[in-house]
C-alpha cells in the first residue's frame, strides 16, 4: 500500500492538540499515539511478573531495539547503548575519559549548554583547559575546518607539553539549529591524533549516518527529537577502540577497569538501564517500523528538508529578512533559521526576548518558538516535520508579525 502523501494528515497519528503548531519538534519531539497501548503492555508485564519481565524479558527487547537501530546509524549494534538522553550519553564519556591536569579540550561556541556547563564541570574538577573556536553564522564548511585547523595548529605551537585530547564538536548544533561538517572535522582530528566526540542530539532521524564510514570515537543522539520514540531515549555510540575507558556516572555491578582502551568486555553491561522507565527504549524498534511504514528514512528527510528550505523562504519573505544559509547550502537540514526584524532598542532587555517569544506563542498563540542570538541578530529557528506543511510555516509568520510588533 503506497503511503498517503506528508502533511497535515499525519497530525491524527500524534496525541497533538488540536490546533497547536508544533514547530519547535527539535526540543522534544513526539510519537505516535498507537504506541501508547504498547506502553501501557509494557507496564503491566512489569507489574504482572517483575523478576520474568526485568531480568530475562526486558534486556531481550532491548538488544533488539539496538539491533534495528543499528542500520540507521550505519554501525555494528555491538558498539552502541542506550543513555537517558544525548547529555546522559556526553557526560558518561567526558567524565570518564582520562584526563590528565593541563590537557586540553577543544570546542566551539555552538556547544549546547548542558554539554558546556559539563565542560565547565572538568575545567574545575580535572583542572582541563578549553580551547575555543568560535564560528559567526553563516559560515561555509571550508571556513569551519579551517578555523578548526588554526585552532589545533596555534595550540601545539604555544605548549607541547599538554595537548589537545579530546574535541566536542556537533553533527547539528541547537542554536543555531545548522548543520557541521562533522565527518570532515572528524579525519581531521585524526590528523592530529585528537579524539571526537560528536553531540549528534539532533542527527538521527533528520540526517543520513554512516559511522562505520565516518569512524568517530564517540558519536551520541537522541531519538525522541526527530525518530518519535517517547522522551528520554538515546543511543550512545562507542568505537571499539574505546570501549574499555567509557563508564556511566552512576557505577553498576558490571564495573570492570580496563588497561586495554579496546577492551570492551564490560560495555554491554555497565551501560545497561537497570531498574528505571525504560519503555522508550523498548518503543524504539516500532518507532522504526512506523517510519518505514511511512516511506522510511530517505523519503521522511527529503519531505523535512524540503519544507524548513521553502517554510524558511516563506517566512523570511513575510518579516522581509533572510534564512541563515551558506553558499553551498549545507546549513540547513529539517530545522531552519530565519531572521527576526528586531528593532533596537526594544521594551525588553535581551536576555528576556526568547522567554518573551516562546511564552507568548505557547500561550496565546499555541504554537511554540525558539528565538536566539547570533552575531548581533536575532533569529528564530523553525522545525519541518511529517505532520507540517508551508500553511503551519505562514501561520507561524503571521504569530511572528504580531509579537515582533508587540515587542516593539
Same mark, same amino acid.
Given at each position: 500500500?503506497?503511503?498517503?502523501?506528508?502533511?497535515?494528515?499525519?497530525?491524527?497519528?500524534?496525541?497533538?492538540?488540536?490546533?497547536?503548531?508544533?514547530?519547535?519538534?527539535?526540543?522534544?519531539?513526539?510519537?505516535?499515539?498507537?504506541?501508547?497501548?504498547?506502553?501501557?503492555?509494557?507496564?503491566?508485564?512489569?507489574?504482572?511478573?517483575?523478576?520474568?519481565?526485568?531480568?530475562?524479558?526486558?534486556?531481550?527487547?532491548?538488544?533488539?531495539?539496538?539491533?534495528?537501530?543499528?542500520?540507521?546509524?550505519?554501525?555494528?549494534?555491538?558498539?552502541?547503548?542506550?543513555?537517558?538522553?544525548?547529555?546522559?550519553?556526553?557526560?558518561?564519556?567526558?567524565?570518564?575519559?582520562?584526563?590528565?591536569?593541563?590537557?586540553?579540550?577543544?570546542?566551539?561556541?555552538?556547544?549546547?549548554?548542558?554539554?558546556?556547563?559539563?565542560?565547565?564541570?572538568?575545567?574545575?574538577?580535572?583542572?582541563?583547559?578549553?580551547?575555543?573556536?568560535?564560528?559567526?553564522?553563516?559560515?561555509?564548511?571550508?571556513?569551519?575546518?579551517?578555523?578548526?585547523?588554526?585552532?589545533?595548529?596555534?595550540?601545539?605551537?604555544?605548549?607541547?607539553?599538554?595537548?589537545?585530547?579530546?574535541?566536542?564538536?556537533?553533527?547539528?548544533?541547537?542554536?543555531?539549529?545548522?548543520?557541521?561538517?562533522?565527518?570532515?572535522?572528524?579525519?581531521?582530528?585524526?590528523?592530529?591524533?585528537?579524539?571526537?566526540?560528536?553531540?549528534?542530539?539532533?542527527?538521527?532521524?533528520?540526517?543520513?549516518?554512516?559511522?562505520?564510514?565516518?569512524?568517530?570515537?564517540?558519536?551520541?543522539?537522541?531519538?525522541?527529537?526527530?525518530?518519535?520514540?517517547?522522551?528520554?531515549?538515546?543511543?550512545?555510540?562507542?568505537?571499539?577502540?574505546?570501549?574499555?575507558?567509557?563508564?556511566?556516572?552512576?557505577?553498576?555491578?558490571?564495573?570492570?577497569?580496563?588497561?586495554?582502551?579496546?577492551?570492551?568486555?564490560?560495555?554491554?553491561?555497565?551501560?545497561?538501564?537497570?531498574?528505571?522507565?525504560?519503555?522508550?527504549?523498548?518503543?524504539?524498534?516500532?518507532?522504526?517500523?512506523?517510519?518505514?511504514? =511511512?516511506?522510511?528514512? @530517505? !523519503?521522511?528527510? #527529503?519531505?523535512?528538508? *524540503? /519544507?524548513?528550505? +521553502?517554510?524558511?523562504?516563506?517566512?523570511?519573505?513575510?518579516?522581509?529578512?533572510?534564512?541563515?544559509?551558506?553558499?553551498?547550502?549545507?546549513?540547513?537540514?529539517?530545522?531552519?533559521?530565519?531572521?527576526?526584524?528586531?528593532?533596537?532598542?526594544?521594551?525588553?532587555?535581551?536576555?528576556?526576548?526568547?522567554?518573551?517569544?516562546?511564552?507568548?506563542?505557547?500561550?496565546?498563540?499555541?504554537?511554540?518558538?525558539?528565538?536566539?542570538?547570533?552575531?548581533?541578530?536575532?533569529?528564530?529557528?523553525?522545525?519541518?516535520?511529517?505532520?507540517?506543511? =508551508?500553511?503551519?510555516? @505562514? !501561520?507561524?509568520? #503571521?504569530?511572528?508579525? *504580531? /509579537?515582533?510588533? +508587540?515587542?516593539?
Amino acid at each position: 500500500m503506497t503511503p498517503k502523501p506528508f502533511g497535515k494528515q499525519y497530525r491524527a497519528d500524534f496525541p497533538l492538540e488540536e490546533g497547536y503548531i508544533p514547530m519547535n519538534s527539535g526540543a522534544f519531539g513526539s510519537f505516535p499515539k498507537k504506541f501508547v497501548p504498547l506502553i501501557e503492555n509494557y507496564n503491566e508485564q512489569t507489574e504482572k511478573q517483575p523478576d520474568r519481565w526485568l531480568r530475562f524479558q526486558a534486556p531481550e527487547k532491548l538488544l533488539k531495539s539496538l539491533e534495528s537501530a543499528a542500520p540507521i546509524l550505519g554501525c555494528d549494534s555491538s558498539d552502541i547503548v542506550f543513555a537517558n538522553n544525548s547529555t546522559t550519553g556526553v557526560n558518561n564519556i567526558l567524565r570518564s575519559f582520562p584526563f590528565q591536569e593541563g590537557d586540553k579540550i577543544l570546542c566551539y561556541q555552538t556547544v549546547y549548554s548542558n554539554c558546556g556547563k559539563t565542560l565547565e564541570f572538568l575545567e574545575t574538577y580535572k583542572k582541563v583547559k578549553l580551547v575555543r573556536v568560535h564560528l559567526n553564522y553563516p559560515i561555509e564548511d571550508d571556513d569551519v575546518v579551517r578555523l578548526t585547523r588554526e585552532a589545533i595548529e596555534r595550540e601545539q605551537a604555544k605548549d607541547g607539553t599538554h595537548k589537545i585530547k579530546l574535541c566536542l564538536l556537533d553533527a547539528i548544533s541547537s542554536l543555531p539549529g545548522v548543520c557541521k561538517p562533522y565527518q570532515r572535522l572528524v579525519k581531521l582530528l585524526k590528523e592530529y591524533d585528537i579524539k571526537s566526540l560528536v553531540d549528534g542530539a539532533h542527527a538521527i532521524g533528520q540526517i543520513e549516518l554512516n559511522l562505520r564510514e565516518c569512524d568517530p570515537d564517540f558519536f551520541v543522539t537522541n531519538c525522541h527529537k526527530w525518530l518519535f520514540t517517547p522522551r528520554g531515549c538515546a543511543i550512545m555510540y562507542v568505537a571499539k577502540r574505546n570501549q574499555g575507558i567509557v563508564h556511566p556516572t552512576s557505577i553498576n555491578y558490571a564495573f570492570q577497569y580496563h588497561e586495554d582502551a579496546a577492551d570492551g568486555s564490560s560495555f554491554r553491561e555497565e551501560h545497561y538501564p537497570g531498574v528505571m522507565y525504560m519503555n522508550s527504549f523498548l518503543i524504539l524498534d516500532e518507532s522504526i517500523k512506523y517510519r518505514e511504514s =511511512l516511506g522510511g528514512e @530517505k !523519503a521522511i528527510r #527529503e519531505y523535512t528538508h *524540503k /519544507l524548513a528550505v +521553502e517554510g524558511g523562504e516563506l517566512v523570511a519573505k513575510m518579516l522581509g529578512t533572510q534564512v541563515m544559509e551558506n553558499s553551498t547550502k549545507t546549513l540547513t537540514a529539517s530545522m531552519v533559521n530565519v531572521e527576526l526584524p528586531i528593532p533596537s532598542p526594544v521594551s525588553l532587555p535581551d536576555s528576556q526576548i526568547p522567554n518573551f517569544f516562546m511564552k507568548k506563542a505557547v500561550f496565546e498563540h499555541n504554537t511554540a518558538l525558539t528565538v536566539y542570538k547570533n552575531n548581533d541578530k536575532w533569529w528564530v529557528r523553525l522545525c519541518a516535520q511529517i505532520y507540517l506543511d =508551508l500553511d503551519d510555516f @505562514k !501561520a507561524t509568520g #503571521e504569530v511572528l508579525l *504580531k /509579537l515582533i510588533k +508587540e515587542l516593539e
